[in-house]
């Protein structure tokens, strides 16, 4: 029988103390185990454009276990919003379903869930495993002539209490992939800067400044954990392919640089690969599509002109990719997916607009000839970007099999900084449509805004990749 183990979503907390990183690691559990039981049937893979209305009831459950009720309601929550977030399916409310009564995949009452318009049901099973939860899930159709027929089931093993989420994220992204070949981004996480926990500091004649530290939330808003502890300003992080490194600009040093943390070395000195001084500063970094370099904005040519620079991971290799411009700033550097293009910014013209280049720098040509700022390029090759000079912006996106501008936001409140997500079908960015500066995430057709964040200021989101399993 084939058994895949995925590497549990670690959740960190990042101190910065004397230049080091110092990872507080929650206690290990082993990692989630997806058992499936039967070849699945790809339900609408040859009409991707179809959506099958499905019902998630409450999950079975053996004996009288109020915790493990409790425990299996909130699964089937998370699990729920989960499905309903990519728009694979129907999802019916469990509201309309909560009179149904819970039974096997075997035994379903197929006439009740027919008649709240339901043609397929996830049915779950949960059971104790000494101090864990095993989940058996079962996907059974409810329509004739195939009633009764199960589509798709797999066994989730090793699920514990304080990783009920990452249980239900686990169980969503491998029911997309298996059901409808998509990845979803259910387990993944957005980086973000907030001054939700800002000090205030200044030098002597200095103004006061309120820092800002980075965060990771999970994709819904759920879990926020703060990263960097420096109490200065700190901005642009930005998660290397595979998601191992996070890169960021911040002041620790009192100018900016920017800074390389390694996520799977607790206690790695932060890298420094740019090498920034007082006199020389870098910030907006981008990673190459295999991580090993870094584009970021620089003033290391001299003047107060910033060029588009790239340097290695590791330190070593700076390259000026303008230096063709010295009265202009060129900067939000983007790389294309295969790694043979960067977009970026330069206000050549008068006004930031929207530029592409090869990655040595060369073929230069003007993309969007209108206010640009803080583009991010998708693997599925179409960029996402802030337009409109003034406030209020909107967040706009150019696609390469379609050539031009479709702003995706409706103009309420000011629209920022896209972060694309990694499967390319959402996008999270700033708002401030309920006051403040939050975080909301957007379907590439511009319907669904979602609220991810509700405390302090948020700036700066970065979507986390897909991990490797």
């Known amino acids: 029988m084939p058994m895949r183990k995925l590497n549990r ?85 469990r509201k309309a379903s909560a009179a149904i009564p819970v039974a096997p995949a075997a035994s379903l009452p197929f006439a009740a869930w ?37 589509r798709f089931s797999a066994e989730y093993k090793n699920c514990r209490r304080e990783q009920l989420r990452l249980c239900a994220h686990t169980l969503a992204d491998d029911f997309h992939k298996r059901t409808r070949g998509l990845d979803g981004v259910a387990r993944t996480k957005i980086a973000f800067v907030s001054d939700r926990a800002g000090a205030r500091s200044a030098g002597r004649g200095q103004p006061v400044v309120i820092s800002k530290e980075i965060y990771i939330v999970d994709y819904d808003g759920a879990d ?88 290695n991971r590791e330190g070593g290799g700076l390259e000026n990719l303008t230096p063709s411009t010295p009265r202009s700033t060129e900067g939000a550097p983007t790389w294309s997916p295969n790694g043979a293009q960067i977009a970026f910014t330069s206000d050549r013209t008068g006004e930031n607009q929207l530029y592409v280049m090869s990655a040595q720098g060369t073929d230069v040509r003007a993309l ?24 209020p912006h909107d967040i706009g996106i150019y696609d390469f099999n379609s050539p031009g501008v479709k702003v995706l936001t409706d103009g ?25 500066k939050e975080l909301a995430t957007i379907d590439r057709a511009g319907q669904n805004i979602r609220r991810i964040t509700e405390v302090g200021n948020n700036d700066y989101p970065n979507w986390q990749p897909i991990q490797q399993q």
């Open 9 to 93: 979503l670690a959740v960190f907390l990042f101190v910065i103390a004397g230049g080091a990183l110092v990872l507080a690691l929650p206690e290990r559990a082993r990692p989630i185990e997806i058992v499936p039981q039967e070849a699945e049937v790809a339900i609408t893979m040859s009409n991707v454009a179809s959506h099958p209305k499905l019902g998630l009831p409450d999950f079975m459950t053996p004996g009288n276990d109020p915790e493990l009720a409790a425990a299996s309601k909130t699964i089937a929550d998370v699990l729920w919003n989960d499905l309903d977030y990519e728009r694979e399916y129907y999802m019916i409310d």
């Open 114 to 150: 027919t008649d709240i318009g339901a043609e397929v049901v996830l049915a779950v099973a949960a059971r104790r495993d000494g101090s864990n939860i095993v989940l058996d899930a079962r996907l059974v159709s409810i329509k004739a002539p195939d009633e009764g027929r199960q």
């Open 224 to 311: 926020p954990r703060r990263v960097t502890v420096n109490g200065k300003l700190n901005l642009s992080p930005v998660w290397a392919p595979g998601g191992g490194w996070l890169a960021y600009a911040s002041w620790m040093s009192g100018f900016p640089d920017i800074y390389v943390a390694d996520m799977s070395q607790p206690g790695r000195a932060l890298k420094r690969p740019a090498g920034g001084t007082a006199a020389v500063h870098n910030w907006s970094p981008s990673w190459s599509p295999d991580a090993s370099r870094i584009a970021f904005a620089s003033n290391r040519a001299g003047g107060a002109q910033f060029d588009v620079w790239v340097v």
């Open 368 to 391: 969007v000839p209108q206010y640009v700022d803080r583009p991010t390029w998708s693997r599925l090759n179409f960029l996402a970007f802030t337009v409109n000079r003034n406030a």
């Open 412 to 436: 309420r409140g000011s629209n920022e900084a896209p972060a694309v997500a990694p499967n390319g079908r959402h996008i999270a960015f700033v708002t401030t449509r309920w006051g403040r």
